[in-house]
């Protein structure tokens, strides 16, 4: 079992929670193309909380590595960008908006998947493995999302309208890459 504390295995501690996180986003996709959305959202926060403990683990027995900062990028965009766009889709685009509304409910998802990309991608090659500063610039992903779980469930409980959770899914995908400061926790 010495591989689970040997930074070069792929297999490490701190990876299995990333694969982990995966496959709680994999399954969450699966339940949303079900309308499932209470279960997607539950392994989606699943996923959150692996995501949480792969770097505390990675950072406490030193097993950060470049393959480990690659593959938890990939987790987060699962997880973070992926699987809330696609259930704000499903759960609330597909079944309040048509015709022109529902083609820019598509640009708008789009825009924030590209958004979310990119500020993973500007992440990785801007971070070396273990380093940690003490603020991020732009919103995480992981917040992204837990912002556009929020905005679900106040379109969920008719505080919102699908135009709005529309504007505030702009807005969201803009901070993913705009200067604002976040403390890194």
Known sequence: MKFLYNPSSHFNLANLFTFVNIAA??????????????????????????DIFDGKIARKYNLSNEFGVQLDSFADFLSFVLVPVFLIFQAVYATSLSGMWIFIAGVVSIYYVISGLRRLIHFNIHTDAGDVDKYFTGVPTPLGAILLWLVYLCHAYEILSAIIVLILMTAIGWSLNSKIKVRHP
Do not use: D, V
Request: net charge neutral; glycine share 12%.
């Open 25 to 50: 986003g994999l399954l969450a996709t699966y339940f949303i193309t079900q309308n499932n959305f209470f279960l997607a959202i539950i392994l989606a926060w699943i996923g959150g909380a692996f």
